[in-house]
């Protein structure tokens, strides 16, 4: 590593998490919302509110988390040289699973916005829990490196 990346690791990888603690904490709330506003009519100022929650969560905070945490993230993996470690291929691909989920719940916040939603509360109850798992077993590859 070079004295200039050096220095900056430490502050690249603080960022970095402090991304992955915002990313991780709409991914979780967003489905939850969603479990919420299945209970609402279309039409209602209940419905419109969630509306404005759910754009606002995605806009201010899940998007722009997650464009940092893929930035310092694949800076910090090519400072650390990362590439071809194991436990570092199979954080990848789980970080990878993690933003399809992010584009499927998109997709599935503009359903509500346009009235569309067909999926049910217990739907996003099981959705829910999916960033939680592959958050649990992102954090022991990167702690715990088991390969």
């Not at 039409?43 to 940092?68: C, D, H, Q, W």
């Not at 436990?87 to 993690?98: D, E, G, M, S």
């Not at 584009?103 to 939603?117: P, Q």
Request: proline residues 5%; hydrophobic residues 55%; positive net charge.
């Amino acid at each position: 590593m070079s004295e200039t990346l050096l220095a900056l690791y430490p502050w690249m990888k603080s960022f970095h998490i402090i991304a992955v603690i915002a990313w991780m904490a709409g991914m979780l709330y967003l489905p939850r919302l969603f479990v919420y506003h299945c209970e609402t009519a279309p039409g209602t100022p209940e419905y419109e509110r969630f509306k404005v929650m759910e754009r606002k969560l995605m806009r201010i905070i899940i998007n722009p988390s997650m464009i940092v945490v893929w930035v310092l993230g694949l800076i910090l993996a090519e400072t650390l040289h990362a590439w071809t470690e194991t436990w570092f291929i199979l954080k990848l691909i789980l970080v990878t699973a993690l933003s399809a989920l992010h584009g499927m719940l998109s997709r599935w916040r503009r359903d509500f916005e346009h009235g569309r939603n067909t999926k049910t509360q217990r739907f996003y109850r099981i959705v829910n829990e999916v960033p939680a798992v592959l958050m649990a077993f992102i954090v022991i590859l990167v702690v715990v490196k088991p390969f």
